[in-house]
């Protein structure tokens, strides 16, 4: 579950046996996210670094058979957004069309993990 600095962020729950990593790694090569932090049950993968492209954040944890996923965009100072993070639900604010783009891709993650999908 997302962290208070994090609150406003995409995050889903599921069951998964087994190892997932694998399957993550190939997407992220896929999809163009890269892994920044790699902890033993933890992982941590970026997509964008710059001004024009805002950083997104993509944290996977595993615990048993319990996997959580939280997605979220962290706009730069300078965009004018009043909130740290953004999450990628299709509910209201803005940028609409990065998000939907961004949930497209942890959505096709999500499919090859039999989870359920950010709306």
Avoid: C
């Avoid at 965009?79 to 783009?101: C, H, Q, W």
Wanted: proline fraction near 8%; charged fraction near 30%.
């Amino acid at each position: 579950m997302p962290g208070p600095e994090r609150e406003r962020s995409s995050w889903v729950q599921f069951e998964y046996e087994g190892n997932l990593w694998p399957i993550v790694d190939e997407w992220a090569r896929e999809d163009g996210y890269r892994l920044k932090k790699d902890e033993k049950d933890r992982r941590v993968y970026t997509r964008g670094r710059d001004i024009l492209i805002a950083p997104r954040f993509l944290i996977i944890e595993k615990q048993g058979i319990l996997v959580s996923v939280e997605a979220y965009i962290k706009p730069h100072p300078i965009s004018g957004y009043e909130f740290e993070t953004i999450g990628l639900n299709s509910a209201g604010g803005l940028p609409v069309m990065s998000r939907d783009k961004d949930r497209a891709k942890i959505n096709r993650l999500l499919v090859r993990l039999n989870a359920p999908l950010i709306p």
